[in-house]
């Protein structure tokens, strides 16, 4: 009697290592040394616990690829290729408005500052003008040097993508306007 107790008592403290770890794969958690949720068991419960690793170590291997594609294209564009499972190389045809930003004069501005503090200049202009960018779901494609590159675009859940990027436009004039008050 003691045995099959002691078995029961250990199954459902695996049941319930197993719906923890489930708890913490579902907050986005995976990479806790704890959540492999116990040694194989030759029935169903470790048939299910062999699942969820297999489970487990596929949601692993998507945030590696996720955030592989996000160093070199939008996270926004990395989850629509996640989500499509196909990559055209050849481009796509889409509708988008395309809103380009610089600073004007920059050239010789930059030639007057020491690296260092032009790093920093540059850091907190974008701080300021990228909000804007991103309030109106904007996509930031890149930065090049003094410049900024976003697209608004039904593909990426923008509708009226004209307006957004308009919308963006004038928060960015706004956005400017308080990053030169602070001199």
């Known amino acids: ?3 099959f107790r002691d078995q029961e008592v250990e199954y459902l403290q695996q049941v319930a290592r197993l719906t923890a770890a489930a708890g913490a794969v579902e907050a986005g958690q995976f990479h806790a040394d704890d959540l492999n949720p116990v040694a194989a068991r030759p ?9 969820f690793n297999m489970m487990l170590d596929g949601l ?6 996720k955030d592989t ?7 926004e564009i990395a989850e629509k290729i996640m989500k499509s499972g196909k990559v055209n190389l050849a481009g796509e045809e889409i509708q988008a408005t395309v809103l380009f930003s610089d600073i004007r004069d920059f050239t010789p501005l930059s030639e007057k500052i ?4 032009l790093i920093r200049f540059l850091n907190e202009y974008f701080t300021h003008i990228t909000e804007p960018i991103t309030a109106n779901r904007g996509v930031i494609n890149k930065f090049m040097g003094d410049a900024v590159m976003a697209l608004f675009s039904p ?14 436009a004038l928060g960015m004039r706004k956005a400017l ?3 030169n008050a602070k001199g």
């Open 155 to 168: 593909v990426f859940g923008v509708e009226d993508h004209q307006a957004a990027g308009i919308r963006a």
């Open 177 to 179: 306007e308080e990053f």
């Open 43 to 51: 029935d169903e419960l470790g048939q299910l616990k062999g699942h």
């Open 60 to 65: 692993v291997e998507r945030e590696k690829i």
């Open 114 to 117: 020491p690296p260092v503090e």
């Open 1 to 3: 009697k003691k045995w």
């Open 69 to 75: 594609f996000g160093r070199y294209v939008s996270m």
